[in-house]
């Protein structure tokens, strides 16, 4: 006798349970709404004058902080749900899969790191201010090609925010699209399964200003975006290098080449694991010392 489908059993596991929900297509959606959100944003804003222009936008465009608050919240929600959804594929096992399609996709994390981590720049904050010196300062410690790498990406100290905006409206979007092509192509979203997901972030969007933090002298310690307070706290005890680059490289490197089955899947999980366990610790003693 033929055993019933896992998920029509009366019980099944909590990994059943969070494998079964949609966390894909609301990443989607989800990215749908900062796109869009982000195109109205970036219409009113001017990277000559970053921090003047986002703080204006609430004042001079028709409902400026709700598209503001609809980009930050959408975003964020965005980076959220594809890590859902990147478990969920683990535990289902990335079997299913090709070799190319699962590298692009695991090319998406980063490529989504660094489309949040250039929008909390562009604001140009205390925050942003901060995180821009940081990065620039990780990438120049990169050996031989650091500095063709910052004039490439960041380019901070010598042109401002200017080569930050055009990669996060033009060259991370091109990559990421690159990155999720494969998948989206097969798993489309239909905005209709994912209503409460609009209207949650629609509210948010209205409730909740989206933060920009004025500069403020003599602080000794700025915390820097949500995701990036365990880096920031490696940084204290390590060489740039080995933080900034090595650190999250480890991450990136083990995802990409996790194995399909066997008992080296398994060491793989383990040490990924072990880095998010570490992560975290270092996430909350960088909250604590804030």
Same mark, same amino acid.
Request: aromatic residues 14%.
């Given at each position: $006798?033929? $055993?019933?489908?896992?998920?029509? !059993?009366?019980?099944?596991?909590? $990994? ?12 989607? *959606? ?5 796109? @869009?959100?982000?195109? @109205? ?12 222009? %986002? ?5 001079? =465009? ?27 594929? @683990? ?9 190319? %399609? ?11 790191? +660094? ?5 909390? @720049?562009?604001?140009?904050? /205390?925050?942003?201010?901060?995180? &821009? ?26 042109? &401002?925010?200017? #080569? =930050? ?18 998948? *989206? !192509? #097969? ?50 005890? /390590? ?5 900034? *680059? ?5 991450? +990136? ?10 008992? !080296? !899947? ?5 040490? *990924? ?7 975290? =610790?270092? %996430?909350?003693?960088? %909250?604590?010392?804030?």
């Amino acid at each position: $006798m033929s $055993m019933p489908p896992v998920f029509d !059993r009366p019980c099944f596991s909590w $990994m059943e349970r969070f494998c079964g929900v949609r966390w894909g297509g609301g990443a989607l *959606i989800s990215l749908y709404l900062s796109v @869009i959100s982000g195109v @109205i944003v970036a219409l009113q804003y001017n990277p000559a004058e970053p921090f003047h222009s %986002t703080s204006a936008i609430e004042l001079i =465009v028709p409902f400026g902080g709700f598209w503001r608050g609809l980009h930050y919240y959408s975003s964020q929600v965005f980076f959220l749900l594809l890590l859902c959804h990147f478990v969920a594929i @683990i535990c289902e096992n990335t079997h299913y899969y090709s070799r190319s %399609t699962w590298v692009r996709l695991s090319l998406s994390l980063p490529v989504a790191v +660094l489309l949040l981590f250039s929008g909390y @720049i562009l604001r140009d904050d /205390a925050t942003g201010e901060a995180a &821009g010196q940081i990065a620039e300062h990780i990438m120049l410690s990169f050996p031989v090609i650091g500095g063709w790498l910052n004039d490439l990406l960041l380019s901070v100290s010598a042109n &401002g925010v200017k #080569r =930050v905006y055009a990669n996060h409206l033009a060259g991370l979007m091109l990559a990421g699209a690159w990155c999720i092509w494969p998948h *989206i !192509r #097969r798993y489309p979203a239909r905005w209709r399964d994912h209503l409460p997901l609009v209207c949650g972030i629609f509210l948010l969007a209205v409730f909740l200003v989206a933060p920009i933090e004025p500069q403020r002298f003599g602080l000794v310690h700025i915390a820097g975006p949500w995701f990036f307070l365990g880096l920031q706290e490696a940084l204290r005890y /390590a060489h740039p290098f080995w933080a900034g *680059i090595a650190l999250p490289g480890l991450l +990136l490197a083990a995802v990409l080449n996790l194995p399909h089955k066997g008992g !080296r !899947r398994k060491t793989y999980l383990f040490g *990924i694991g072990i880095w998010l366990f570490l992560y975290v =610790v270092l %996430t909350v003693v960088s %909250t604590l010392r804030g």
